[in-house]
């Protein structure tokens, strides 16, 4: 978490607050999706305790005395798994996978890595015969 380079919202208090403006609420949830993956992904985080994680870096901000509340925080995990980036691991949702890549980008990944991979074997054969 040392190296962690905040964005400028996080030390900005308003965002730990739902705005109730729909238009704002939508960029300030888009806010915290970008900011819990990459903060998860740069600390190597992959399964989260909501109500442990929400007094926790991102979602509590120390510094300014700021915590994003607990409807928030499901709020920005609920718009991750409409994009393909959480998944509840209990009924409850009290914890979930965080995954910083979907699903769908992995495939289109590792889609991609074989295609390469068979490609140079190809050229490789070609030349050997």
Known sequence: MGNFEWPWQYNFPPFFTIQPNLETQKKQIEGWCDLVL????????????????STNPPFSNPQINRKL???GVYRVLEELKARG?????????SRCLLMWRTPDE?????????????????RILQFSY
């Open 69 to 71: 509340p607990l409807d």
């Open 85 to 93: 980036n959480v998944e509840w691991t209990d009924k409850t949702k």
């Open 38 to 53: 990459l903060f998860s992904q740069q600390n190597k985080i992959c399964q989260l305790d909501v109500k442990e994680s």
């Open 106 to 122: 992995w495939g289109k990944l590792i889609y991609k890595w074989v295609s390469i991979i068979v490609q140079s074997t190809l």
